[in-house]
């Protein structure tokens, strides 16, 4: 059987209209997620969705159905007004030129906001910060301890004041109480930063803005930050299978790229940093 | 006049190709460029809207594993590039990778490049590279789908659109691209105008996926040898350099079946480089053997 130019065209085409509108009549053609995070699988939460699956394509709207909370909470804890915008769209609300340098006010923080709302575990990155309007709303609806939420204030991002950890002037207060403050978002390192060192010695605030927080493994953590902090190359091994990075590679790049889940790394090197004494 | 006629058949055709390409290009522009302006509350209804990732066929095909395995989708993959993903395998079991010849913009967009390349060097181009090193970058793409699905599966993430010149072609305005999706992008443009179809020889993993379906595609191409005049005129039309002169059926995995060699669009003689069924093929093998008594 011989087919012709004209026919393939016919066939490719009828193809992709057969295709598709058959699995539209079926219900299986989706060109967005079905905004309903997985659910948790074991343990006390089982059965709960999961915070960490929360994704940038959710609108306002979709948050309040998946966690069963009225999306006024996170739209005025994050300042939007439209329920229907999406939430990845907070990444340029708070751009990254406004923010200090290794924080973030995105998705992440959304998923860690959801968290202390419905008391659902979740490990927050550490450079996902809040805005200050986030805080009254946490204090007023959110079951987190309140020793926790003056760690999440000494943080949170105010408009107009650019160097944010310059706003935080009670380091040593979030990161003694917080870990202990944190059961419902265990283990929740975010609330740990203890910036000792910036801030006693006061320096400049763009100064404390560019410095790693020590001891706090984040998103822009490099290998040699932590063995500046104190972890020689073996116990970084320890963490990460045997193998290591170049000193000046981002540790959670580095593991993105070795198909490494870095929450589980981070987790890891977090509690040798914490034998560490850092 | 059959030449006229001849030259008329063969602009058709090439029209056809042509006119179905620019329409998926336009149609995945109008759908990237919806959804944007939804997320900026911009939303004309008759227009598709949706993500490049849920329009593209090859999340569906990183995500086998992880439906098949754990029920789930990989991230920003949606059900809609599973469909796709099987409509592209489909074709491909039939025709050869008509997906990447026909449909992809990418290559599309390749193709537009290479017209200014064909302008600036002429005959020369599509030649420079030497085919003995030629040879061996094209399994290349390979390497780059087992990296890119091996990633995908450890990671649950689509790893490969940092790097994917694609993406970046359709999101370049996005603020979405990473600087390696720039870069390749860039470098694709640069080699288009030597090469046909750079990233598609060389790098694309969904063509890599797609061209194993050139060694037992139902249709092939076929070159008729007994009416050949040996011209050369097929493999001088070959985007993807494949030596069809010398070939009885084109099994390379290269091929994209953009038709360009047969005799409705290069080939001279009727009924000598044609896409036919392994059914025909074998009748029309039988055929030839018997005549020449063998």
Known sequence: MKINAKSMALAIVATFVVGIGVSQIVGYWKMEGSKTPVAIKEGEFAGLPNPADIRGSYTWEDLGKAFKFDPAWAMTAFGVTDPASKLNTLETVYSKTLLPLGTEIGTGSVRYFVSLITGIPLEAEADNIFPITAIPVLREHSKADPALIDALEAKAFRPGQAAAPAAAPAPEAAGSSAPAATPKAEPAPVVAPAPTAPAASAPAAADVAHAPMVGAVTGKTSFKDLKDWGLDEAKIKSATDGKIGKDGDIVKDWASARGLTFSELKTKLQDLLAAAGK | MAVVNKKLQAKNVRN????????????????????????????????????????????????????LNLG??????????????????????????????????FGSFQEFIAKIGKKLFGKKYNNFIPKKIDRVLRYLRYLVFAWVSYMTVVSGKLIFEAYDPYFALFKFWTGEVALTGFIALGAVVVLSLFVERPFCKYACPYGAFL????????????????????????????????????????????????????????????????????????????????ASGK
């Open chain 2, 72 to 105: 789930t989708l990989v991230k920003k993959v949606h059900e809609s590039s599973v469909v796709l993903g099987v409509i592209g395998l489909f074709l491909a079991i039939l025709f050869g990778p008509v997906i990447c010849g026909w449909i992809c913009p």
């Open chain 2, 16 to 67: 056809l190709r042509h006119i179905i390409q620019a329409a998926f290009f336009v149609l995945v522009a109008v759908t990237v460029t919806m959804e944007k302006l939804g997320e900026a509350g911009i939303k004309i209804p008759i227009l598709p809207s949706g993500s490049l990732h849920a329009i593209c066929p090859f999340g569906g095909v990183v995500s086998f594993w992880n439906l």
């Open chain 2, 211 to 290: 061209g194993i379906t050139n060694l037992f595609r139902v249709f092939g191409i076929r070159r008729n040898a007994p009416t050949c005049i040996s011209c050369n005129a097929c493999n001088k039309a070959c985007l993807m350099n494949i030596d069809v002169a010398s070939a009885k059926v084109v099994r390379d995995h290269q091929c994209i079946s953009c038709l360009e060699c047969t005799s409705e669009v290069a080939c001279p003689v009727p009924a000598t480089v044609e896409v036919m069924s392994f059914a025909g093929q074998a009748k029309d093998s039988y055929a030839e053997k018997k």
